[in-house]
Nanobody
């Protein structure tokens, strides 16, 4: 089973930027699709972005399109989420996830492994 370890996140003012990282164990990372989700207090976990195994396909939630960028470095077993022009409504715990079948799905149940989560807080 793959293990995902997240880093990054923290507190930032509205309009600022943060980058999240998620590093996977194992030697088959390059075959996985990866996704980012977030969960705000009292809300369900929601899709943020997903990327195919080679980065050729990327998908974004409408709420983050044009502000967030998902990318990956297969040599480093790492996927990134660059978040720019952050808004207070982006405040949430962010999770990375791996789809071992290589499908960059938009639904959380499609993912097989999850990172530990990292808090992102955007102040107004």
């Amino acid at each position: 089973q793959v293990q995902l370890v997240q880093s990054g996140g923290g507190l930032v003012q509205a309009g600022g930027s943060l980058r999240l990282s998620c590093t996977a164990s194992g030697r088959t990372f390059s075959s996985y699709a990866m996704g980012w989700f977030r969960q705000a207090p009292g809300k369900e976990r929601e899709f943020v972005a997903a990327i195919s195994w080679n980065g050729g396909r990327r998908y974004y939630a409408d709420s983050v399109k044009g502000r967030f960028t998902i990318s990956r470095d297969n040599a480093k077993n790492t996927v990134y989420l660059q978040m720019n022009s952050l808004k207070p409504e982006d405040t949430a715990v962010y999770y990375c996830a791996a789809n071992m079948a290589g499908v960059p799905a938009l639904a959380a149940p499609e993912y097989d492994a999850w990172g530990q989560g990292t808090q992102v807080t955007v102040s107004s």
